[in-house]
């Protein structure tokens, strides 16, 4: 959420940061009083802004005109300047103290740390700090973490290395060991609502309501939701669900659930396997809060908690049980998992209604 009309147009500032007041209160005073260690290890859920933190906190202290965003002498708190060649080498990834390392093709390699550990050899360009930031760190093979271990257990002097990961089960012991752990939490309904009512400014409240509810925490899940057009698929899929052709088990049904899919996803020319995924999450979230209220029969745990009647209706007219239920969430999981694989969208589609009819069938 934008706090400062300054710096609407630069992307990373503390002073844009909302939900995380304790975490960069805590690198602020770090850096004030020059203690800043060589690693740090951001974790929590995925999407609820651990990586904003980190590009804001080295913006702040890469800007030529650092001002840490505290008021000292009277100064109001100003943040990076937004301009200088640091600030926007960070944007354009021309900025020789900072390396972002994300992983490719699922997986950080050990290749890409020697690279690193070469390249941090170097004098750099400016006499600042560097900063190395590691997104999904826990994608890191075992020879990749051993590697980046040795860079962290002798770090090049005024080198900060961050680690981003949503579980820190995933990362060895001895790296967590050498670095400083900062948790964060998902950010609160109340806090995303404004967020969204800021960033959304054509959608109804009710509507935004609906997504900051649905986001669980996250601001680039619900950005993701609104800009996916989420409410629209998730009523063609209910739809879908609520046909007496379903509750019947005709496997027939499969194939034109499959085919209103694939009909989705051929409208979508720029990004067809991007719409396949989502529609698929989209599915998986309706049937984990039909797996939730079969359960519990509580309402208020629901994340699509406005269709609550409609969920009611398809476990009643379905006659759907807790093992038929979880069959399916397994089934579309594992369908997920494989979309980036499947070479014929149809076919796959195909054999998944098939497949998730099927068992309905032998109920």
Not at 106 to 125: A, C, G, V
Not at 191 to 212: G, I, N, Q
């Amino acid at each position: 959420m934008i706090k400062n009309e300054r710096l609407k147009d630069y992307k990373y500032s503390f002073l844009n940061i909302a939900g995380h007041e304790k975490a960069v209160h805590f690198l602020k005073n770090l850096a004030l009083n020059d203690r800043i260690p060589a690693g740090f290890l951001f974790y929590g859920p995925e999407g609820i802004g651990k990586r904003s933190v980190a590009f804001s906190f080295a913006a702040e202290m890469l800007c030529k005109d650092l001002n840490l965003g505290l008021e000292r002498e009277g100064n109001s708190p100003s943040g990076p300047c937004g301009e200088c060649p640091a600030c926007r080498g960070i944007l354009n990834g021309t900025n020789s103290n900072f390396i972002f390392i994300e992983p490719k093709d699922d997986s950080i390699r050990i290749e890409k740390i020697h690279e690193l550990n070469s390249y941090m050899s170097l004098t750099p360009f400016y006499d600042n700090y560097r900063f190395v930031i590691i997104d999904n760190a826990s994608k890191m093979n075992a020879s990749a973490a051993n590697a980046l271990l040795k860079m962290l257990e002798e770090p090049p002097e005024r080198s900060v290395f961050i680690l981003i990961t949503t579980s820190m089960g995933s990362i060895l012991p001895t790296i967590i060991s050498r670095c400083q752990v900062l948790e964060f939490k998902p950010l609160s309904e109340d806090l995303l609502a404004k967020y969204a009512c800021d960033r959304f400014k054509d959608v109804d409240k009710r509507t935004l309501d609906v997504y900051s509810r649905l986001s669980r925490g996250s601001c680039s899940t619900l950005e993701k939701l609104v800009t996916g057009n989420y409410l629209e698929y998730r009523n063609d899929i209910t739809e879908l669900f609520s046909n007496g052709l379903f509750y019947s088990g005709s496997l027939s049904y499969g194939y034109i659930m499959s085919e209103k899919f694939n009909r989705i996803m051929k409208n979508s020319e720029d990004d067809p396997q991007g719409t396949e995924k989502f529609l698929f999450e989209t599915l998986l979230l309706i049937l984990r809060d039909i797996f939730v209220y079969f359960m519990t029969k509580n309402e208020k745990l629901l994340y699509n908690i406005d269709i609550s009647g409609k969920i009611k209706e398809i476990i009643k007219n379905a006659g759907l049980n807790g093992n038929m239920i979880m069959q399916m969430i397994e089934l579309t999981a594992a369908y997920i998992n494989k979309i980036n694989y499947n070479l014929n969208r149809t076919i796959a589609t195909d054999g998944y209604f098939v497949r998730l009819l099927k068992d309905i069938s032998a109920k």
